[in-house]
């Protein structure tokens, strides 16, 4: 009787434990759909075909170049010049002395074209034009230009370079210094009441070289500036636009006009921008090196002066003339010569 009973409880209990799984396995798959639904946009991945609309977003996060060429060129044109070496060697033929400003007289086979790279300018001193490029009445000529500055304020080195000169001159610059730049050009800093560096020193662009003065023919604390190729002056104005402290162009040609002097008074000074806009450089129309007769190549890593003059159908012996260089000189990348 007791084991029939047992029976009977049971057949109620089975069906209803089945029912009570069967319902709650239901409910447990509904919301692994929702949740699943969720998930795709959750974690949604970048894959190749929208990278360029992601700027090459991955999975990671992580930003990447592609390109390795660009970096490539990059990492050419960053080969660092090395302290140890001479600035522009090669272009003043080894000359390198202490004692003068222009020293170059004897200096054979200079090239009568030279692009000068001006991509790491620093202005010199804080203050603004003074006294400009030009005559100072009917005898003396100012070859640089003057930037007001007190006394002790700091005067920077405008583009990488070494020291060539630090010297005192009574009747003119006071003490000085003439700094030969990686670029090829040289500038000169006078009237200085104090030197920060020593000659030989190498110095970056932006690089504390000096204290503003008054010493030597002076009239005022000021800085003088000048900027010279191969000695010779070139007027700032041409390279740099004073009243906005920056330069003109990344890069500057030299020709034989850019010696050229002016007639106007050293008291004509520049203001504004636009007044210093009549200083930049000639457009193709009216000068044959910037039109393009004259060429001119960006030395990349490899080549030689054999395969730079089969490429432009010349001699190794007229690109050494046109660049007063050797056939054994060290092509250095990013440089720029000229090739006919």
């Not at 999975?59 to 990059?74: Q, R």
């Not at 030969?180 to 020193?201: A, I, M, P, W």
């Not at 000096?210 to 604390?221: E, I, K, P, Q, V």
């Not at 009243?243 to 002097?261: A, F, G, I, M, W």
Request: proline letters at 3%; one cysteine or more.
């Amino acid at each position: 009787m007791e084991t029939y009973k047992l029976f009977s409880k049971a057949r109620v209990i089975l069906p209803a434990a089945l029912m009570f799984v069967t319902l709650n396995s239901f409910s447990q798959i509904k919301q692994e759909t929702e949740d699943n639904s969720r998930s795709d946009i959750k974690y949604k991945q970048l894959h190749s075909s929208n990278l360029n609309e992601r700027q090459g977003l991955f999975a990671d996060g992580l930003k990447l170049k592609l390109d390795l060429s660009v970096l490539d060129e990059v990492e050419e044109q960053r080969e660092e010049f090395n302290p140890e070496d001479i600035p522009a060697d090669d272009l003043y033929g080894g000359m390198w002395e202490n004692r003068y400003v222009d020293m170059y007289s004897s200096l054979k086979n200079a090239p009568d074209t030279f692009i000068v790279d001006l991509d790491n300018f620093t202005m010199p001193a804080a203050g603004h034009m003074t006294s400009n490029f030009g005559r100072r009445g009917s005898r003396r000529y100012h070859y640089g230009i003057d930037i007001k500055a007190q006394t002790g304020d700091t005067i920077y080195a405008a583009f990488d370079g070494k020291i060539r000169v630090k010297r005192y001159e009574r009747s003119g610059y006071g003490y000085y210094l003439v700094v030969r730049h990686v670029n090829g050009l040289e500038t000169v800093y006078g009237h200085l009441s104090k030197f920060l560096v020593e000659e030989n020193d190498f110095v970056k662009s932006g690089e504390p070289i000096g204290l503003a003065g008054n010493t030597g023919r002076s009239f005022g604390s000021h800085l003088h500036f000048e900027t010279r190729f191969l000695g010779k002056p070139i007027n700032p104005n041409f390279i740099i636009d004073f009243p906005s402290k920056t330069v003109h162009q990344d890069e500057y040609l030299v020709t034989n006009s850019s010696y050229r002097k002016t007639n106007s008074s050293s008291r004509s000074v520049i203001k504004t921008a636009a007044d210093s806009n009549n200083y930049r450089q000639p457009t193709a129309e009216t000068n044959k090196f910037v039109s393009g007769e004259v060429q001119y190549h960006r030395i990349q890593k490899g080549d030689t002066l054999g395969a730079i003059s089969r490429r432009y159908g010349t001699s190794v012996s007229k690109l050494c003339t046109l660049n007063n260089m050797t056939s054994k000189t060290v092509l250095r990348v990013g440089k720029t010569i000229r090739v006919s």
